[in-house]
């Protein structure tokens, strides 16, 4: 049986750690209810823009613009693809950044011409450790996300497209897909494709026809979908954003649960070393007494 | 038919109107267009600026960010970046805004600094018209 001191250090050290992690665990929960009200303000804002992008392409189907082009002539394992990998700055969040991270790394044995735009430390620090291309100059946070960095990254991304540096870009970010749950996800971005945004259920009655485009459809696409594309990052960070905070809020709760159980079998361990160590004074004391009556 | 159509503004943070309107202003890339009930459906691109919009024979004005603006004979649904009221905007960090982005056109920038700032600029000017405050 390990003696008394002992115990009582390890006891010690577990319930510093507990601090700790219940720290962390209201953090990010108060963290996690911010970026839920985010993510509720945005969700109308989202199903509008990708219904009206799909009802637009839907009545325009002869539209040739860059942003549609697939780029056919390159050859699929040719293709430049650039991903967006969104992860976060820390870790003690469970499985949330391995998930997104062997997503990425299943797509990256894909094509051999990859380019990654990664957001948060761990990301970047894995990629550069298994010595993968990184765009070195796209540093951004994954915290608080917001529409100017957003607007940042699309720029950027929509440039590299533009000057065909790029032929085809894809985010790979953590959805939530009920309040508990959270699943990485995979979506393209550019060039557009018409039956992804079929695949995105929206309620397409409320729309009918299309008649005009003013000045142009060219000039309207020029301005709609780097817009459009400004709007997916933005969802996709705060989507990121609060599976991050939901993981890390239950990976910290685990961690209080079992600093608790441990204490709890630590405590009786300690209390059964104690009584051990009282009865054996006892006895001691006892024994001593009767040899001395015999005397 | 009625005198009004059925208007929707949402910006990328909230709801911003949503209700019968008589007519509508908005900011389209080659200047002011006017919007009056059954219009001809058409899909166009928002400029940032200020929009005006009649309800009840009374006019409200609101900034709006980049965007675009689906129109239909009965509804009008117009997405942007932002939307604001003028009695939301902070009239000191507007005016703030247009000169740091005036000072940053000063000097020698590249050609995507050059958008940033002339994009800064427009936002700060935009929300300074509607707050009255401008020129």
């Not at chain 1, 008649?211 to 459809?217: E, L, N, W």
């Not at chain 1, 990976?251 to 070393?273: H, P, V």
């Not at chain 2, 038919?1 to 209700?19: P, V």
Request: net charge positive; aromatic share 8%.
């Amino acid at each position: 049986m390990a003696n008394m001191t002992e115990i009582r250090s390890r006891m010690k050290s577990i319930q510093e750690t507990m601090k700790i992690t219940n720290a962390m665990y209201l953090i990010s929960s108060t963290k996690l209810r911010k970026a839920r009200e985010k993510l509720d303000a945005t969700a109308p804002y989202f199903e509008l823009l990708q219904s009206t992008i799909k009802d637009i392409l839907f009545h325009s189907p002869d539209i040739n613009h860059t942003f549609f082009d697939q780029r056919k002539k390159i050859k699929p394992e040719d293709k430049k693809r650039g991903y967006v990998v969104m992860t976060a700055d820390k870790g003690m969040a469970g499985a949330y950044n391995h998930n997104v991270l062997k997503l990425a790394q299943e797509r990256l044995a894909q094509g051999n011409d990859n380019t990654l735009f990664v957001i948060g430390q761990m990301g970047r620090k894995y990629f550069t450790k298994k010595n993968v291309r990184i765009d070195m100059e796209f540093l951004y946070t994954a915290q608080d996300p917001s529409m100017w960095r957003a607007r940042n990254i699309a720029e950027t991304l929509v440039d590299l497209y533009r000057k065909e540096k790029l032929d085809e870009i894809y985010i790979i970010y953590t959805k939530m897909v009920t309040p508990l749950k959270a699943e990485p996800e995979i979506i393209q971005i550019l060039p557009l494709k018409r039956q992804s945004f079929e695949e995105m259920n929206v309620e397409l009655e409320k729309y009918h026809k299309i008649a005009d485009y003013s000045p142009s459809p060219k000039v309207v696409m020029d301005h709609l979908v780097p817009n459009y594309v400004k709007g997916l990052i933005y969802g996709a960070l705060v989507e990121s954003f609060s599976s991050e905070q939901n993981a890390r809020m239950m990976a910290m709760q685990g961690a209080t649960e079992s600093a608790k159980d441990m204490i709890r079998e630590l405590s009786l361990l300690y209390n059964r070393a104690r009584q051990a160590a009282i009865t054996q004074e006892i006895t001691e004391i006892v024994s001593g007494a009767k040899a001395f009556q015999k005397k | 038919m009625g005198k009004t159509f059925y208007l929707e503004i949402t910006a990328s943070d909230r709801k911003f109107y949503n209700g019968e309107c008589e007519m509508m202003i908005f900011p389209a890339i080659d200047g002011e267009q006017g919007i009056l009930p059954n219009h001809e459906s058409m899909v166009t691109a928002v400029k940032t600026g200020a929009l005006r919009f009649k309800v009840n024979g009374e006019w409200k004005e609101a900034a709006v960010g980049d965007g675009f603006v689906e129109i239909m004979p009965e509804f009008v649904v117009l997405l942007a970046d932002t939307v604001e009221w003028p009695d939301e905007i902070d009239i000191r960090r507007a005016e703030e805004a247009k000169e740091r982005a005036q000072e940053r056109l000063r000097q020698k920038e590249s050609q995507k600094e050059y958008y940033h700032s002339k994009a800064a600029l427009s936002r700060a000017i935009a929300r300074l018209k509607v707050t009255g405050k401008h020129l």
